[in-house]
Structures are given as structure tokens and as C-alpha cells.
């Protein structure tokens, strides 16, 4: 087994790269934290000897990227203990840096490596309130930082700012330290336009006795976000039978929803979102697959066959009564219209286009 050289910080700044080998020692060559020698493969010259007290572990002062290369440990006997390679060693390079906000007065921010150093890195974070949007160059003053940003939990790449301003705008300060040098990425962020509230919670979904088209869902307020008035946040339910691709969506007024149109006999997908009431930013919707819940309804509400044949022949008789009701209809009008008088020229006039009688009949 080998392990890559990583390396450290020393004492007093001072830079260097302990490589651990973790080979087993074949048996009778001692235990396995053994002093070992450290050579460079293709080198004589003893870069540490097993007096160092270090056991199999490999020093290397003042770390560089010459120092790359392969290693080799052997045991007091001179037996081959394993090989060593370190990954390339580089300095930092500005990492990548993203915040969100999961209610209206703290924010986070999460970095990670734009590139492997194979060097210890450590981070710093610091914010500071910009007081004017946009500008480069800001007076600096107590009121407005910088301050520290915790990482929380220490050393993991994230750290937390409590207590933001919803309308201020803050620069978050990420910079990454390697023993060749540090690189530093500034991100400017507005509260409003990072809000991006966690779904709701506890979603869950029954079917409503007696009514097989009915399921039930209700819900609870996402436990990040604090419920003041003046942030009130409001709900989206999605619902679709399990085989179908499209969703439906409702936009209930409280934590609880009946949906009347579901699909009977088939298991449905439901899942909530929520939204914002005021459109502050970006998207407001969020939805995530741990709130998707599945649900078929109960045997007792599933429609027998009898009910369906039920169902089929009263829609049948409906359809033959309408059928014959437009017949009769139809019929009606045909004969009003046949049956009417004539008054399309108006009364005729007294001696105004008298009957025509041929001469030779006049007396």
C-alpha cells in the first residue's frame, strides 16, 4: 500500500512535505512503524536516516516543485519497504466560491479547489458590508468590517455570516494557502438575491376515505426558516400519477391541500415546493427528491368492477337521452319552419298588383 507525499506547515512558517509509508513489512522485519531510510529513486544520497525518529515518516524541508518525483523507503536490513509518489506540487490557484441563503438573516458560503495543489491548503474567510454597490474602493470602517466568516465546522470548506442585513450587499474574502504561496477570490453577494428557502417539511400524503379521486397532503414550515410575519412563506404542491410524465400544481393557502383530480386506483407522486410571496431575485421555487413521497390509494377506495360497469352504463344511457333530445329538437324547428305564414312581403295593398286575368276573359 502507498500513499501520496502530502504536504504541511512547519513550525514557524516553515514549509515541508511528510510522506507517510504505509507498506507492510514483509514478517520478521519488524514492526510495521519500523525506522526505515529514505532515498530518491535513482539517488544514493540518504535524504533521512532511520535515526530521525520519525519512523516511516518522510521530511522534506522548504517543499518545491522540483521536489517532485518518486521515493523510496527501506528497511535497517536494506530491504525495498515501498515506494512513494508525490502528486505534482503547485501554488494556489483562486478557488470557487458560491453562497446561498436558507432564511432571511444568516447566509453561507462553500468553496472548493479550482485545481489539486498536492500541497496542505488551508483557507481564510473574512466578509466585509459594502457600503456603496459596485465600487471597487470603499472606505473601511468598524461598522462595516472586515470580520471574520467561522468556518463551520472548523476546517471544512464552509463558513456562515449570522446576522445579515436582507438589503446589504457583502464581499466574501476566500483565500487559499499552500507552502508556495495564497490566492484570493472576492464574491460580491446581496442576501436577497442568494435566498434560496429549504422545501417544506414533513410532507405527507393520504387518501381520503370514501372518495377515491381525493388525497390528502399536508406539510410543515422547514425548520431554517424563522416565522415572522413579514416573511411569510407560501407553498406549491406537485402531483402526477407515478407512470405519468407531467405534474400538476396547486397553490394552497395554508400547510394542508385536498387534491380532488387524482387518478383512481393508481399510485401517485406528490411533492412540495415552496414560494415566496415576495419576488425578490432569482427563481423562487426549490424542490428536493427527499420530499418526493409516493402514495397508492386503498383498496376500499379503488372503484370495482361493478362500479365501473355501473359508471359506463349510465353514461350510455345519457349519451342515447341526449341523442334523441336533439332528434326531437331538430324535428321541431323543421316543422315551425314549414308551418309558418309567409309574411315576408308584408299584407298586400288594396289594388296593388291585382290578380292577372287574361283580356279575352274580361266581359
Not at 402526477?240 to 380532488?260: D, F, K, M, N, Y
Request: net charge positive; hydrophobic share 35%; charged share 20%.
Amino acid at each position: 500500500e502507498q500513499q501520496l507525499l502530502r504536504a504541511e506547515q512547519g513550525p514557524g512558517g516553515r514549509g515541508y512535505s511528510p510522506g507517510v509509508c504505509l507498506l507492510s513489512l514483509p514478517p520478521g522485519l519488524g514492526p510495521p512503524r519500523a525506522p526505515v531510510s529514505w532515498f530518491r529513486d535513482g539517488e544514493t544520497r540518504l535524504l533521512q536516516g532511520p535515526d530521525s525518529g520519525l519512523g516511516h515518516e518522510l521530511v522534506l524541508a522548504q517543499a518545491e516543485s522540483t521536489d517532485e518525483g518518486t521515493y523510496i523507503c527501506r528497511t535497517l536490513d536494506g530491504a525495498l519497504g515501498g515506494m512513494l509518489h508525490p502528486l505534482p506540487l503547485d501554488p494556489p490557484v483562486r478557488p470557487v466560491v458560491s453562497c446561498r441563503a436558507a432564511d432571511y438573516e444568516n447566509f453561507s458560503c462553500t468553496w472548493s479547489a479550482s485545481q489539486v495543489s498536492g500541497l496542505p491548503t488551508r483557507y481564510l474567510t473574512s466578509y466585509r458590508k459594502k457600503t456603496v454597490p459596485g465600487a471597487d474602493g470603499q472606505r473601511m470602517s468598524p461598522s462595516t468590517g472586515p470580520w471574520p466568516c467561522p468556518q463551520d465546522p472548523p476546517g471544512a470548506a464552509r463558513c456562515v455570516v449570522h446576522g445579515a442585513e436582507f438589503w446589504s450587499q457583502y464581499r466574501i474574502n476566500v483565500t487559499e494557502v499552500n507552502p508556495l504561496g495564497a490566492s484570493t477570490r472576492l464574491l460580491d453577494v446581496s442576501l436577497q438575491s442568494i435566498l434560496r428557502p429549504d422545501p417544506p417539511q414533513g410532507l405527507r400524503v393520504e387518501s381520503v376515505p370514501g372518495y377515491p379521486r381525493r388525497l390528502r397532503a399536508s406539510w410543515t414550515y422547514p425548520a431554517s426558516w424563522p416565522r415572522q410575519p413579514h416573511f411569510l412563506l407560501k407553498f406549491r404542491l406537485q402531483y402526477r400519477p407515478a407512470q405519468h410524465p407531467a405534474w400538476s400544481t396547486v397553490e394552497p393557502a395554508g400547510l394542508e391541500e385536498v387534491i380532488t383530480d387524482a387518478v383512481a386506483g393508481l399510485p401517485h407522486a406528490v411533492r412540495g415546493r415552496y414560494r415566496r410571496r415576495y419576488q425578490l431575485g432569482a427563481s423562487n421555487t426549490r424542490s428536493q427528491r427527499k420530499n418526493l413521497r409516493r402514495i397508492a390509494l386503498l383498496p376500499q377506495d379503488r372503484p370495482s368492477y361493478q362500479t365501473r360497469g355501473h359508471l359506463v352504463a349510465m353514461l350510455a344511457s345519457l349519451g342515447i337521452f341526449s341523442f334523441l333530445g336533439l332528434v326531437a329538437g331538430a324535428l321541431a324547428l323543421g316543422l315551425w319552419l314549414r308551418l309558418r305564414p309567409d309574411e315576408k312581403d308584408g299584407p298586400q295593398k288594396s289594388g296593388f298588383l291585382a290578380p292577372m286575368i287574361p283580356v279575352d276573359k274580361l266581359p
